[in-house]
């Protein structure tokens, strides 16, 4: 005759207890909530990126403009910055340009710099995107 006795491993939990269920919640919460973090802060440097890139690109175009004035229009009195781009408006709050133009005596020429600044979100000014060149007068020393 067979007796057939219950396992014990029959008897054993099947489910998860409460402590488990609430220890898992609690760390899933956790993680999620760091990744949110995470996620802001990238968004946040990306952002401050694509200010940057577009300062920079401001600049550049500026100067380009600026050198291909006439030498007799780029006099060392002369601080009017051209102004921003309706998208460079938009993107960088608060920018102003710097432009000075100094001479140069040995060889005869003008030195352009062009500074860029704005403000961050904190309402701080963030680091100037800088630009300088070298104009030299067309068809040697005038």
């Known amino acids: 005759m067979i007796f057939h006795r219950p396992s014990a491993r029959l008897n054993s939990r099947r489910a998860f207890t409460m402590i488990e269920v609430a220890a898992t919640s609690l760390m899933v919460g956790i993680a999620m909530v760091l990744m949110l973090q995470l996620l802001t802060v990238v968004a946040s440097e990306r952002r401050s990126l694509d200010r940057r890139q577009c300062a920079t690109q401001e600049v550049a175009n500026q100067m380009e403009y600026l050198t291909r004035l006439r030498w007799d229009e780029l006099s060392p009195d ?7 781009s309706a998208r460079a408006k938009a993107m960088l709050p608060g920018a102003e340009f710097t432009l000075k133009v100094s001479s140069t005596t040995e060889p005869k020429g003008k030195r352009l710099s062009l500074s860029l600044r704005w403000r961050n979100r904190h309402g701080e000014w963030d680091s100037p995107v800088r630009l300088s060149s070298w104009v ?7």
């Open 136 to 142: 030299y007068p067309r068809g040697g020393v005038q």
């Open 78 to 84: 002369q601080s009017q910055a051209p102004p921003l």
